[in-house]
């Protein structure tokens, strides 16, 4: 696999796990995520984020292992974790693990506000571009594909016909921005990544 393929897949891949938490109603995952990056969340995205209530710490908690324990563990894997977890696991340890479940959320809910905060209530200026949601992969998708055959049509088209326009590139686009609702420019970085198919 090229490099152009491996980076075109992993934008992929990580649009479609975007869309999963979206879907999931995990719009705190999706913010945190890209604040992570340094990416910038849409104005939605980071309202929906704010919106949805912190995880129960219960559930988010992790109890770590002893070496001894986890050795337990492989040699004699339970039926039962949660029985296994009661059995072993001190409630005191559990509590601990619960706390710092809880502090985890609490930093995770503060930086979604400070940066809420900093660029919507005090002004801080965004970095330049679009604010709006990513569109779905599935939608560039769509749209990768229709101009592909629009583009294959004139292609064919023109061999048939000499006298048919050759700037196949120009007038798919044209098309495709017509069927879609949307800039050519917009089209042209949604396929960019794709131009080898063509050579």
């Known amino acids: 696999m090229q490099m152009a393929d491996m980076a ?3 934008r992929a891949l990580r649009r479609h796990n975007q869309e999963s938490l979206r879907r999931a109603g995990k719009m705190r995952q999706v913010v945190l995520g890209l604040l992570d990056k340094g990416q910038q969340p849409s104005n939605d995205d980071l309202a929906d984020a704010l919106l949805e209530p912190p995880p129960n710490p219960e559930k988010y908690a992790s109890v770590p292992l ?3 324990e986890q050795a337990d563990l492989m040699r004699d894997p339970p039926t039962d974790h949660r029985a296994w977890a009661k059995a072993h696991i001190s409630k005191a340890r559990r509590n601990k693990a619960i706390a710092a479940a809880r502090s985890r959320i609490d ?5 979604i506000l400070e940066y809420a905060v900093k660029h919507y ?3 801080v200026a965004l970095a330049p571009g679009p604010k709006k949601r990513e569109r779905p992969w599935r939608e560039e998708e769509a749209i990768r594909r229709a101009y592909f055959e629009e583009h294959e049509r004139l292609r064919a ?3 048939t016909d000499s006298r048919q ?7 798919a686009k044209r098309a495709v921005a017509k069927q879609f609702g949307i800039e050519t420019r917009t089209i042209e970085k949604i396929v960019k990544g794709y131009r080898a198919k063509f050579s």
């Open 66 to 68: 002893t070496p001894a």
């Open 121 to 123: 209530v005090r002004g």
């Open 157 to 159: 088209a023109h061999e």
């Open 165 to 171: 326009p050759r700037a196949f590139s120009t007038l």
């Open 8 to 10: 075109t897949f992993s």
């Open 107 to 111: 930093a995770d809910s503060r930086r």
